[in-house]
């Protein structure tokens, strides 16, 4: 069965640091993987996407992610933390070929220190 | 803005009561799946529907139920309420021209007392 592991339920760090998002999945089959993130009181917005044309991924708001196969790792980052990065962030993989439904990591999330 | 539309975005209920949760797809989404997100579970795979026909279930409890109707909305039905059902319900649809990106709604918040 295919599944995602969120390494840290909750990160912080200071404002300008690098933001590091650990993800890593099971997949017995090449994964697609996600990204997405909840602002607070909002709903989930796709962040990024791994489908298999590139290893490194460019999301929107500066963050990017790897797909690295041999650490089964799928880990989110951005060079330079903003105050407005404050949220939650969830992993995800898609299962099923047919129905192409996603199953979540448990999530991080992120504070941001001024 | 995701394009998928929610409704209502808030809702208090009794225990033992039952709710509709409403949901409209992007233009020209044919699937749209529900997702239950709570403290303790997470976010939580329901049930998806293509085109007007369930396709996939997930932990969708017994007094739940769902339906797509044939403009593609889609609506979701909880009944006889605990506390515990008390959670965030996410809607989505799939975007087969998007690489089968999946986009999400606001959710709808409902809390049982």
Known sequence: AQSVTQLGSHVSVSEGALVLLRCNYSSSVPPYLFWYVQYPNQGLQLLLKYTSAATLVKGINGFEAEFKKSETSFHLTKPSAHMSDAAEYFCAVRIGAGSYQLTFGKGTKLSVIP | ?113
């Open chain 2, 1 to 113: 803005d995701s394009g998928v539309t929610q409704t209502p975005k808030h809702l208090i209920t009794a225990t033992g009561q039952r709710v509709t949760l409403r949901c409209s797809p992007r233009s020209g989404d044919l699937s749209v799946y529900w997702y239950q997100q709570s403290l303790d579970q997470g976010l939580q795979f329901l049930i998806q529907y293509y085109n007007g026909e369930e396709r996939a279930k997930g932990n969708i409890l017994e007094r739940f139920s769902a339906q797509q109707f044939p403009d593609l909305h889609s609506e979701l039905n909880l009944s006889s309420l605990e506390l515990g059902d008390s959670a965030l319900y996410f809607c989505a649809s799939r975007s087969t021209g998007e690489g089968n990106t999946i986009y999400f709604g606001e959710g709808s918040w409902l809390t049982v007392v």
